[in-house]
């Protein structure tokens, strides 16, 4: 999950004319990266992913990898199969304290918005940024914004107790840096962010 999370961002970050605008990253409290999001839709839909995430510390420098998982429904007239990469920009501290208590609903607990495209771009949903989080989506090949309302982000805790090789680790505590991970993998992450 995490090789595939920095690769997804490195591709993200390394495209000529670079998706995330640089004074949204500059400001950005967390972000977490979703891999191959697999929405299926037949009137009912739903969307499933697995993925990570990083939180800034006091410090300014980001923490060790939490492991989220995103899941969400829709209803109308819709179908088919399709995998998307999601990448999810937290502007807000409170935001990251909402998910690392567990959840995090997306439109109910922290506003979203599609995120603005382009290295100088200004939010065309939002022209002052003040949204808590912004959301981009990669579908073959092509970064948007997309919205995610009503999408659920979770803490994978059998994940993150895997990783940090720990019966019960808490998301809170992985973001104060109170657990911390040696792992080479997370460090390549963590250096993509």
Not at 81 to 97: A, E, G
Not at 161 to 181: E, L, M, P, Q
């Amino acid at each position: 999950r995490l090789l595939t999370a920095s690769q997804v961002l490195n591709e993200a970050l390394g495209s000529p004319d670079q998706f995330l605008p640089s004074r949204l990253l500059e400001r950005a409290y967390g972000i977490a990266v979703v891999p191959d999001v697999t929405k299926i839709a037949f009137f009912f839909g739903g969307r499933r992913g697995n993925g990570v995430l990083v939180a800034r510390d006091p410090n300014g420098h980001f923490s060790d990898p939490v492991f989220v998982n995103l899941t969400g429904g829709s209803f109308g007239f819709q179908w088919g199969v399709q995998s998307t990469d999601v990448i999810l920009v937290f502007t807000t501290k409170r935001s990251i304290d909402r998910i690392s208590s567990g959840q995090l609903t997306l439109g109910a607990d922290a506003s979203v918005a599609a995120g603005p495209v382009g290295r100088s771009a200004s939010a065309g949903t939002d022209p002052t940024l003040s949204a808590e989080v912004y959301s981009y989506s990669r579908s073959r090949g092509l970064f948007a914004g997309v919205a995610l309302d009503g999408s659920a982000l979770t803490i994978d805790n059998n994940a993150d107790a895997r990783s940090y090789d720990k019966g019960v680790v808490s998301a809170s505590d992985i973001i104060t840096g109170t657990v911390r991970t040696n792992s080479d993998i997370a460090e390549r992450f963590r250096a993509s962010v």
